[in-house]
């Protein structure tokens, strides 16, 4: 066995709901006893699309000794409950951008004469998508049929950036603007979605911003620790997008909170990628 990403599940946040089992196709999470379990490693590919349904929070990702995750093995149990499980399958390693495992998952489907429910789609359209989508970089045209008439305002409103650097890639964890500070975690495109980001959510905190897809999530995690142990953090409020690569960064922000020793309040913010506010 070697250390890679796996889920975590924390049986006293657990209720039982199941919301997670129809969103793992993989078939590595079951209800026993009241609570989800983790039935095998080797089903359990780490990227985690089980944790954005949960809604108590239970579920995050961790890097420890695990079996290594076997496609094939995952797929002989996955063609056992048909179609549309098949298809939830392929689209779930295609979002994630699983090249390998994706191609390894065609790759059985042929080997058993099996139909692939998406066999038009990625072998017409990955030669101009490069098998990159996935529902947080679907193209959508949010642009209105008529163009506003131009107003004048008399209202100019003002930045609430209060330090840099902002990404938390670059922010030296001793900084002296931590202490006794209000942080905002937010992921880099809540800025650019929500109109009213600067007096609604930055003002009166400290921020950070970083991306759970593209960044490197262990890194973000340690540094986010770092300045938390470090640090008198009176308040943490993460915002992130509806997408579910967007949810890693709460799983990512309560892991180095439990990993600080710390009980540090904390509000997540959901922003819609048409800019309103879905919950707190």
Request: aromatic share 6%; net charge negative; hydrophobic share 35%.
């Amino acid at each position: 066995m070697s250390k890679r990403k796996i889920i975590k599940i924390d049986a006293e946040k657990c209720n039982g709901c199941g919301q997670c089992i129809p969103n793992c196709p993989e078939g590595a999470l079951q209800v026993i006893d009241g609570k989800a379990r983790l039935i095998s490693d080797l089903f359990c590919d780490g990227l985690g699309a089980c944790i954005g349904h949960c809604p108590e929070g239970a579920i995050t990702i961790e890097k420890r000794e695990a079996e290594k995750y076997d496609e094939r093995k995952v797929m002989a149990n996955i063609v056992k409950q048909g179609i549309n499980v098949i298809k939830a399958h392929l689209h779930h390693l295609k979002e994630h951008n699983e090249h390998a495992y994706l191609m390894q998952a065609i790759d059985y489907l042929k080997e058993k004469g099996i139909e692939n429910p998406l066999e038009e789609e990625f072998l017409h359209k990955h030669h101009t998508d490069g098998f990159s989508a996935c529902p947080g970089s679907k193209m959508m045209d949010f642009r209105k049929k008529e163009a506003p008439k131009e107003e004048k305002s008399v209202y100019k409103s003002e930045s609430q950036l209060s330090q840099w650097p902002v990404q938390i890639m670059l922010v030296p964890p001793n900084a002296p603007y931590f202490d006794n500070a209000d942080l905002l975690i937010a992921a880099d495109c809540v800025p650019f979605a929500y109109a009213n980001f600067h007096e609604d959510l930055l003002k009166g905190k400290i921020l950070l911003v970083g991306c759970p897809k593209l960044d490197d999530i262990e890194i973000c995690q340690e540094k986010i620790t770092q300045i938390l142990k470090n640090n008198n953090i009176k308040s943490i409020t993460c915002a992130h997008m509806e997408v579910p690569c967007c949810f890693g960064l709460t799983s990512v922000i309560k892991s180095a909170i439990a990993d600080s020793g710390k009980d540090i309040p904390f509000a997540d913010i959901t922003i819609g990628i048409k800019g309103d506010r879905l919950k707190r």
